[in-house]
């Protein structure tokens, strides 16, 4: 079986493409005709799985797609470690079909193997650091992208594992040749002329919608220059929430399908983890610096020196050679659970405005690094991401909740904690116009 394998390029060769994007398909007609694959809604060249990948012997896949700035193709996902911890020792090929190749059933796509370009995967990083009841790792697949391939938008690409040892192996179960995720599109990460940005928001939600609005224009009135939000939701609304119409012709906001399922063993964190590390290694081009909440939590100055712009926090001289800073978690909530039902009513939990609904906050930020912090990260410094913090990266510190940033977290604007309340709290003074509520 003859297979074109891509030799390493000479140092400081310097390659111009030919000319291979004439008369081939476009990414809308590829993804549409592909049942596996989504358009996100906005400004964004990607494509996005409709499912994760999933099958015996591979691990599971949430996204790939082609980093043309590096020239690599990018594979993020979660599996869960062995009980040795040596899944990242297992070997991969990347098989790239050439452009304008678009195999249509698997007959064809055996009758072409011998035309694919195939390219071994780079080392993995072992992901050690546990998360939840049953651990869960993170794993970056990466490999090299073809000559042929610099500057297309869109192809074809199978991942395939090598590794030999396969005890375990059901009978039911196909041999190693077929231990591979086949015929997968492949979109751009970036527009061919992108520009870059200082300061962005990536977050995953689920029948949020009428929260979203706020939770935009409140951070985008602080710096923030782009929004990109997975929606794990199976049948999504979100385009049709008020007020976001607005963000999406603009530019400012990006929609990407995430309806991706978790294992029956897991909860949603899987998929957020998942959803973090797909948009911090699809903008570690054009984002300097991306915040990473949810929709009930909103960053506050709390200097009155900077009180209207995170980019003055970010713009420090001492945060340059930072992977990222941490923001302490302040709760707040709608009422004193003390309260008559009739006295909650008048007190709040109608407001026009998150900030009007929930008129009492804890009396200080909970304990740091205590599962409860959000960060704000350099994308190109971070490696392994996991909801509250950075697991493989650069160095992080924490800003003071006092005099400088927190974060601000409105659990019971949450659907899935609608009756969250403080034991210790104090009342507050709304002022949307002031440094410090």
């Given amino acids: 079986m003859n297979i074109t394998k891509e030799e390493p390029e000479a140092s400081g060769d310097v390659f111009i493409p030919e000319d291979t994007t004439s008369n081939l398909p476009s990414r809308n007609d590829l993804v549409v005709k592909d049942r596996g694959m989504l358009l996100p809604h906005g400004d964004d060249p990607g494509c996005y799985f409709v499912e994760r990948l999933e099958r015996w012997g591979l691990p599971l896949v949430h996204s790939i797609f082609a980093d043309q700035v590096d020239r690599k193709v990018i594979i993020t996902g979660v599996r869960r470690p062995t009980k040795d911890y040596s899944w990242h020792l297992e070997k991969f090929r990347c098989e790239f079909y050439p452009p304008g190749m ?21 080392p993995m990083i072992k992901d050690e650091q546990k998360i939840g009841v049953q651990p869960q790792g993170v794993f970056i697949i990466t490999c090299r992208l073809p000559r042929q391939l610099y500057d297309v938008d869109v192809f074809k690409f199978n991942l395939r594992r090598l590794t030999d040892d ?12 077929e ?29 949020m919608d009428k929260y979203v609005s706020h939770w935009l224009e409140y951070h ?9 939000i997975y929606d794990n939701a199976q049948y999504s609304t979100l385009v049709t929430a008020p007020g976001i119409q607005q963000h999406l012709h603009s530019g400012f906001l990006t929609i990407i399908p995430w309806s991706h399922s978790y294992s029956e063993d897991k909860t949603y964190l899987e998929t957020q983890i998942a959803s973090e590390n797909d948009c911090l290694w699809r903008h570690r081009h054009d984002a300097k610096w991306m915040i990473k909440t949810d929709v009930d939590e909103f960053i506050q100055p709390m200097n009155p020196d900077m009180p209207n712009s995170l980019v003055d926090y970010l713009k420090q001289p001492f945060l340059e050679g930072l992977a990222g800073v941490r923001l302490q978690n302040w709760f707040f909530c709608q009422f004193d659970k003390k309260m008559s039902k009739k006295a909650r009513r008048r007190d709040g939990g109608n407001g026009m405005t998150v900030f ?6 804890a009396r200080g930020p909970t304990p740091i690094n205590k599962g409860r912090d959000k960060s704000i990260v350099r994308p190109d410094r971070v490696h392994y991401f996991k909801i509250h913090a950075i697991k493989w990266g650069g160095d992080v510190l924490s800003f003071d909740p006092q005099t400088e940033l927190r974060m601000v977290h409105y659990r019971g604007d949450n659907p899935r904690h609608p009756h969250f309340v403080q034991r210790l709290y104090m009342r507050i003074r709304v002022c949307l116009n002031c440094g410090k509520n």
């Fill in 102 to 122: 678009v195999p249509q059933d698997a007959t064809e796509l055996t009758g072409n193997f011998s035309r694919l370009i195939t390219v071994p995967t780079d």
């Fill in 166 to 177: 396969q005890p375990d192996q059901p009978d039911d179960q196909p041999d190693q040749s």
């Fill in 356 to 361: 009007h609904r929930n008129l009492y906050s």
């Fill in 179 to 207: 231990l591979a995720h086949t015929n997968i599109t492949v979109c751009r990460s970036l527009p061919k002329k992108y520009s870059t940005h200082f300061l962005s928001i990536c977050t995953m939600l689920k029948h």
């Fill in 220 to 228: 985008r009135l602080l710096g923030v220059e782009r929004a990109y």
